[in-house]
């Protein structure tokens, strides 16, 4: 697959994210269709970007920083806490799809850790008993 395919490919799929919330079977092989590309190859493409989701997206979307500057002032134990409080592992989702629990590398607000945002809302200097209570007010 040459460079300019495969960057249609991606918006092609960042398109069909942005309208339906995640990449579906169905769209897999219309996009192989339209491209002429294997549908394997596709799902090498998408499962390659971690933007790409293939199942619906939870109600509530827990991203919790490990960041180095956030790991050092504890963000190891905010996210065991809501794990433990979810009864999930970073990367899942409740069974109920209400909740879904993901760890990220930075974002970009060192010194306020441990950041966790919620929603697209970012909370700072995050502690466990802090994640907890915010927690058990969305649920
Ligand atoms: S390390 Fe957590 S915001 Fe940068």
Do not use: W
């Not at 990449?23 to 219309?30: G, L, V």
């Not at 991203?63 to 009864?87: F, S």
């Amino acid at each position: 697959m040459d460079e300019k395919t495969q960057v249609n490919l991606i918006s092609k799929l960042q398109e069909v994210q942005a309208n339906t919330g995640y990449i579906t079977e169905h769209a897999i092989a219309r996009i192989s269709s339209q491209f002429d590309i294997s549908k394997s190859k596709i799902y090498g493409v998408a499962t390659f970007y971690t933007q790409f989701r293939f199942t619906p997206a939870p109600k509530h979307c827990i991203k919790v920083c490990l960041g180095t500057a956030c790991h050092v002032r504890g963000a190891e134990k905010v996210l065991e806490t809501l794990e433990n409080e979810l009864g999930i592992g970073c990367g899942g989702v409740s069974s109920d799809n209400k909740f879904g629990l993901e760890r990220v590398a930075c974002f970009g607000c060192c010194a306020l850790g441990p950041i966790i945002v919620i929603n697209s809302k970012v909370y700072s200097r995050t502690t466990p008993k802090k994640a907890l209570l915010l927690l058990r007010k969305i649920k």
